[in-house]
């Protein structure tokens, strides 16, 4: 590959089930489009003609009243020529004019470039010097005056250069019309979209070379690049956060994603030194887990997780959806590993996922938990077509961090972890996986260590999404012996509890949460179908059978209660109108 093209491919990865969500590499496009001569012609030469040509006409309009010239070319030689006696005149003012532009130019760009680059990065400046265009422009205004210099000590009493000062005036008519769409060009490139653009093309032509070349202190120098080009764009978003500019922020994590995934794309046919990157771009870890991603060959991977894990605790207090967007660029580099048989940065990507929970937990934030699960459950799902075992870990993980979120009395987390689990044991029954007794056994071990009256609202929540899990089984025609493992856990509680759980689930009758929340529904919420079966679930497990269960307990509320009452009531006045009718 010799130009920057970072589409993905499209057709269906062998090793995935062919309905495996993730079976198909999603369609990549660059931030920004490459440009087509035709759309170059437009902002560079239609300018250009309208300007030059414009003023030339009136020019020459103007002349042809004036001087009502007997012959074309006595007109032409007045208006686009001078004499001996006027020559010096007329260069003069020549070498003033383009001196005169070149230092507006340089002042003007060089602070709109230092105020861009304290917002975006120092390294705006170096794409900008790099930037063909731009030094094309310069060379063109620094030769004029040059040229206008050396025809001016050129000119003498006995000699005429009327050709060389024909070109003069063209020339600088040239610079002059071509400030506009210069200045429109300069303004485009200073945008963040094109400085992201840039970054992430310089980082893909530099693993290009470093695939051709054996030598050593070329492979570091592209080593550096592409380090500096993560270390950029990671810049980039720490003072997108700092300004509160969110548009910039996702950008920039949107690229941090792109740029690991070209590296994938390319890693296999790059020589082995490459994957032994100097220490010195990665200070603050240990020599072990330096030698460790050396050896995996995952520094660029490792690389940009540790600036997005840096991004993300600078976040997760002020900017919430850069949070988010890193669960999901996170998530999306997982499937992309699973799509490559890479187990290496598929673990990686479960640590950094665990890494970013445990940033969340220290700084008892519930919400950014929520997000996290949300993206963890969904790679969760992915990894069960490929390796039912890593999925079963993340389930364990989902209930470890619920359980260390109850401890500090984020009793929330604990209730998301339960449903987002029931929903996960519910995908591996879909997909049949191998492993599914032991999905359903961390499943229905949740509440083990959760004492049922201090952390009620965890407790019930726990029990309400197991309910949901069993129903769900048996309505698909469940084995009675995955059945029998939920009724087996169920036996700890009375009929009269299981009954009040059963009620509670019966009254959600709105799917949308009444507040506005990042997964847009609620979760006790089920299907009408789902209902009908709930109740048959009680008929045939439950009622039939009342003595398996707990016969003593605390009074717990009844069907004819005053407070099942009235909380039946409230949830019949928070459903949708439309159900209700």
């Known amino acids: 590959m010799s130009t920057f093209d970072p589409k993905g491919i499209s057709e269906p990865v062998e090793h995935l089930p062919a309905d495996s969500l993730i079976a198909r590499r999603p369609e990549r496009k660059p931030l920004v489009e490459p440009e087509t001569f035709a759309k170059a012609f437009s902002r560079w030469g239609v300018p250009f003609a309208f300007l030059f040509g414009n003023t030339l006409v009136v020019y020459l309009a103007l002349g042809l009243i004036d001087l009502r010239p007997t012959s074309v070319g006595h007109f032409f030689s007045v208006l686009l020529g001078t004499d001996p006696v006027h020559v010096y005149d007329s260069v003069s003012p020549f070498v003033e004019l383009t001196v005169a532009i070149l230092g507006i130019m340089i002042t003007v760009i060089a602070i709109v470039l230092q105020l861009a680059a304290q917002r975006y990065g120092t390294r705006l400046i170096d794409l900008f010097l790099e930037d063909q265009i731009n030094r094309a422009y310069f060379a063109l205004m620094v030769c004029t005056v040059l040229y206008a210099v050396f025809l001016t000590f050129g000119v003498k009493d006995d000699f005429y250069p009327g050709w060389a000062l024909l070109v003069l005036l063209l020339i600088v008519q040239t610079e002059v019309s071509l400030l506009a769409p210069y200045f429109l060009y300069v303004f485009k490139f200073l945008t963040p979209t094109n400085l992201l653009h840039s970054i992430q093309r310089s980082a893909y032509e530099a693993l290009q070379e ?3 070349t054996k030598d050593p202190e070329q492979l570091k120098k592209h080593q550096m690049e592409m380090a500096n080009a993560i270390e950029q764009v990671t810049d980039s978003a720490l003072s997108a956060v700092n300004q509160m500019d969110r548009n910039l922020g996702l950008m920039a994590l ?22 032994q990157i100097s220490p010195d771009y990665f200070v603050g870890i240990s020599r072990v887990f330096y030698d460790e991603i050396c050896e995996q060959k995952q520094w660029v991977e490792a690389k940009a997780f540790m600036d997005m894990e840096l991004i993300f605790k600078n976040s997760i207090r002020v900017m919430p959806d850069a949070v988010s967007a890193i669960a999901r660029n996170t998530r999306l580099l997982g499937e992309e590993a699973i799509r490559n048989q890479d187990d290496v940065t598929l673990e990686l990507v479960v640590q950094f996922f665990n890494t970013f929970i445990r940033v969340s937990v220290n700084d008892k934030n519930v919400r950014a938990i929520f997000n996290l699960f949300y993206q963890y459950r969904l790679l969760a799902e992915s990894i069960m077509d490929y390796s039912p075992e890593e999925s079963a870990k993340i389930l364990f993980y989902f209930k470890y961090y619920g359980e260390t979120c109850l401890q500090q009395g984020l009793w929330f987390v604990m209730l998301t972890a339960s449903f987002d689990l029931g929903s996960l044991v519910a995908t591996a029954f879909e997909k049949k996986v191998e492993n599914l007794d032991r999905l359903l056994t961390i499943f229905m071990s949740l509440e083990d260590n959760i004492d049922a009256t201090k952390d009620f609202l965890a407790f019930e929540a726990i029990r309400k999404s197991q309910i949901i899990l069993a129903t769900y089984i048996y309505s698909k025609g469940g084995d009675q012996k ?5 009724i087996d856990d169920l036996s700890s509680e009375t009929v009269d509890k299981l009954i009040y759980y059963r009620d509670a689930l019966l009254a959600v009758k709105s799917k949308k949460f009444w507040e506005v929340t990042d997964r847009g529904y609620t979760f006790e919420y089920m299907e009408p179908e789902q209902k009908e079966w709930l109740g048959k679930f009680f008929d045939a497990f439950i009622l039939s059978q009342k003595a398996f269960f707990k016969q003593t307990a605390k009074p717990v509320p009844t069907e004819g209660s005053h407070r099942q009452k009235l909380e039946q009531e409230i949830q019949g006045e928070l459903s949708d109108p439309k159900e209700e009718a």
């Open 210 to 212: 470093a695939q051709k």
């Open 482 to 486: 995955l059945i029998d493992m939920v």
């Open 254 to 275: 949107n690229q941090i994603r792109e740029m690991v995934l070209d590296y994938q794309e390319l890693k296999r046919d790059l020589p082995e030194a490459w994957f």
